[in-house]
Every structure is written in C-alpha cells, then in structure tokens.
C-alpha cells in the first residue's frame, strides 16, 4: 500500500542533501517558500511523524495533537537522520494497518487510508526537497515512478503529462507546462467514501481504476466471482477520463465493500458529471454471490443521496435492459420511477425532493 515508495521517496532526498550538509541551512530560503531550508527539512520530519501518528492511533475524526522539535544543536546531517527515521515509521504505520482503515486528514473529504498517507508522504518528501535542493543549488529530479504514484492517487483531478515530475511540479504551483495555465492555488484529494449500515462506497483513484481495468483487483479483496466484466469496464472508464483531464473523483466509480469483512461485493458510479440540466446517469453491477441481500438497494441510496445533496443535481438516472427484473427492483426499492422505454431498455429517474 506504499510503504516500499515512502521509503524510496526519503532515500532519494536524504542522497540529494546529504551533498550540502556543511552549508548553512538557515541562511538560505527554501525557493518558492515563505520558510528557510532547515526549517524545509524539519517540515517534512514533522509531516512524516504526523501521518505515522493518524494512522497508528487510528485517528478518524481530528489531528492528534502531539508536538515535535529537535534537540538543540542538532545538525543538518541529524535532521537528515531524523528524516529517515520518521519516515520508517510512517512506512511502519503503512505496513501494519489494514487496507479499510482510513484516519482524519482535511482534504479534501477529511480522512485518507494508508495508500493515501503515503502518496501524501512521498509527495511532501519530493515536493520540498526539491525546494530545498533548488534553495542550495543542487541538482534533484527524483524517479517518475515515485511522481506517478502521487499524480494517480491524490491528483486525480490532473491531466497526466508525458514527464511526471513536470506534472507534480506545475500541479503543486512550482513550475509551468506547455499549454496548461500556471497554477496558483492547490490541493490534492484523497478519494471519498460514503458510508452505509452494512457498506463503504470507497471511491476509485486513477491508480486503482486502471489495475481493476485490466487483470488486477484494484487493491481490494473480492468475495468469489468477483470483480465483474461491468466494473472492469467501469473503472476503464474512469482512467480514461484521467488520462483526458476530465475526471472528478467524486463523480466517477466507487466500490462497494462489506465493513464486516472488507471484501468488495461489485461496484456503483456515475457516467460523467451531471449535465446543465442536473441530470446525472448511474450505474452499478453486483457480484453473483452477493445478490439477494439488499446491498445494491443499500448502496444506491445512499450513493443517489449523496447527489441529489449537491446543488448540480437535480435528477439521478438509471437506464436498465428491459429483462433486468432483479435490477429494475433495485431502482424500484431505491425509489426510482420509470419514465421512459424502448425496445431494449427502461429508463429511471430519481428527483431531488419537491422537483
């Protein structure tokens, strides 16, 4: 879940900085930051420690409020060690906490699971090293892989470009692409989830979307059968999106996991973002072994309520084979009407109270 790449994130700036540990540290601005070099590097310690902490106290709903500081008289090689150190717990906390577990960050959806504290690990480690390594004069461009691991799971607002470190950088308001305004203010987004009675609707990022696309399970653990051709499909989908800069997280596909075990039982999501007219199209499959439970019914609820709480939406449709019985029932017990039919499909809406 990316301990491996917190660690290869830290080594490669511990080797970068390690050539101008006999400079003064203090004396030289960090580029592009209001903070000086060592005060950089003392950031990302602290970073590291704090994501470590979240995740290790399972913290879910606030930060847990410990202070961190260096002992006096610490020098610029110790903080490097300090680095180190704090990021081998962080790889730790990765390590040894379950894949479902998620623990409060503010953005942009207030929690993250380990997956998502190391992205945010490694890309404070890249980030600021290279304000640091840019504030001292030295040469730093650390592996695209470490870059595409970041922009794929808490940038999937980001069109990829074909150099992924310029990405992360024009991304994060430190340098420009071709074609692509300057940025000037930014967040990254770690993927939302929507919880149920018995479900967690765990949104896909880009990164996960295109293992499930193909062969691999997305990251997650799938009761026998799954995952289905409809949610391979579906998470293709969403990595295209990605890859054309249209994907926003919030309205792309999610996946339905069984808190009592965290296994996945299939997957829901939504077609694109809701139109002019606020009308929003809706989709979902469900492995064979899970069928006849109420989970669909479950999960559509809570996923069409989700969007007729947004301001954008105003209807939520469902188109569903006229032979689809079991599905049509889904939508029927989920509160969706039938408006319209044709030869091979009936389509449902859902509208938002008073509409």
């Given at each position: 879940?990316?301990?491996?790449?917190?660690?290869?994130?830290?080594?490669?700036?511990?080797?970068?900085?390690?050539?101008?540990?006999?400079?003064?540290?203090?004396?030289?601005?960090?580029?592009?930051?209001?903070?000086?070099?060592?005060?950089?590097?003392?950031?990302?310690?602290?970073?590291?420690?704090?994501?470590?902490?979240?995740?290790?106290?399972?913290?879910?709903?606030e930060?847990?409020?410990?202070?961190?500081?260096?002992?006096?008289?610490?020098?610029?090689?110790?903080?490097?060690?300090?680095?180190?150190?704090?990021?081998?717990?962080?790889?730790?906390?990765?390590?040894?906490?379950?894949?479902?577990?998620?623990?409060?960050?503010?953005?942009?959806?207030?929690?993250?699971?380990?997956?998502?504290?190391?992205?945010?690990?490694?890309?404070?480690v890249?980030?600021?090293?290279?304000?640091i390594?840019?504030?001292?004069?030295?040469?730093?461009?650390?592996?695209?892989?470490?870059?595409?691991?970041?922009?794929?799971?808490?940038?999937?607002?980001?069109?990829?470009g074909?150099?992924?470190?310029?990405?992360?950088?024009?991304?994060?308001?430190?340098?420009?692409?071709?074609?692509?305004?300057?940025?000037?203010?930014?967040?990254?987004?770690?993927?939302?989830?929507?919880?149920?009675?018995?479900?967690?609707?765990?949104?896909?990022?880009?990164?996960?979307?295109?293992?499930?696309?193909?062969?691999?399970?997305?990251?997650?653990?799938?009761?026998?059968?799954?995952?289905?051709?409809?949610?391979?499909?579906?998470?293709?989908?969403?990595?295209?999106?990605?890859?054309d800069?249209?994907?926003r997280?919030?309205?792309?596909?999610?996946?339905?996991?069984?808190?009592?075990?965290?296994?996945?039982?299939?997957?829901?999501?939504?077609?694109?973002?809701?139109?002019?007219a606020?009308?929003?199209?809706?989709?979902?499959?469900?492995?064979?072994?899970?069928?006849?439970?109420?989970?669909?019914?479950?999960?559509?609820?809570?996923?069409?309520?989700?969007?007729?709480?947004?301001?954008?939406?105003?209807?939520?449709?469902?188109?569903?084979?006229?032979?689809n019985?079991?599905?049509?029932?889904?939508?029927?017990?989920?509160?969706?009407?039938?408006?319209?039919?044709?030869?091979?499909?009936?389509?449902?809406?859902?509208?938002?109270?008073?509409?």
């Amino acid at each position: 879940m990316g301990g491996e790449r917190v660690q290869e994130a830290v080594a490669g700036s511990v080797a970068a900085l390690g050539a101008a540990v006999d400079r003064d540290w203090e004396a030289v601005p960090a580029q592009g930051l209001e903070w000086n070099c060592r005060d950089t590097a003392v950031h990302v310690a602290v970073a590291l420690l704090r994501y470590a902490g979240q995740l290790a106290g399972r913290a879910a709903d606030e930060r847990i409020p410990f202070a961190f500081g260096l002992e006096e008289g610490t020098g610029n090689d110790s903080v490097l060690r300090v680095i180190e150190t704090t990021g081998a717990l962080l790889t730790a906390a990765i390590r040894t906490t379950p894949r479902e577990v998620r623990a409060f960050h503010p953005f942009p959806f207030r929690s993250a699971n380990p997956e998502g504290f190391a992205a945010m690990g490694v890309a404070e480690v890249l980030l600021h090293t290279h304000d640091i390594a840019a504030g001292l004069g030295l040469a730093y461009e650390p592996d695209p892989e470490l870059c595409d691991f970041a922009l794929t799971r808490i940038f999937p607002h980001v069109r990829p470009g074909p150099d992924p470190w310029r990405t992360l950088l024009w991304a994060t308001g430190r340098g420009d692409l071709p074609g692509r305004a300057p940025v000037t203010q930014w967040l990254w987004s770690n993927n939302m989830v929507i919880p149920t009675e018995r479900l967690t609707l765990e949104g896909l990022t880009p990164a996960a979307a295109n293992d499930l696309a193909t062969v691999g399970d997305g990251g997650f653990e799938w009761i026998e059968g799954g995952p289905l051709e409809g949610t391979r499909i579906g998470a293709g989908l969403v990595f295209k999106q990605y890859e054309d800069g249209v994907h926003r997280p919030e309205w792309g596909t999610y996946v339905l996991v069984r808190r009592e075990d965290g296994r996945a039982l299939g997957a829901m999501g939504f077609h694109s973002v809701p139109d002019e007219a606020g009308r929003v199209e809706i989709g979902y499959d469900l492995v064979e072994a899970a069928r006849g439970h109420g989970y669909a019914t479950e999960a559509l609820r809570a996923l069409s309520a989700w969007a007729l709480g947004r301001d954008e939406v105003r209807t939520v449709v469902a188109n569903v084979e006229r032979d689809n019985a079991p599905s049509r029932g889904v939508l029927a017990r989920a509160g969706f009407e039938a408006v319209a039919q044709d030869v091979d499909q009936i389509t449902y809406e859902l509208r938002e109270p008073g509409a």
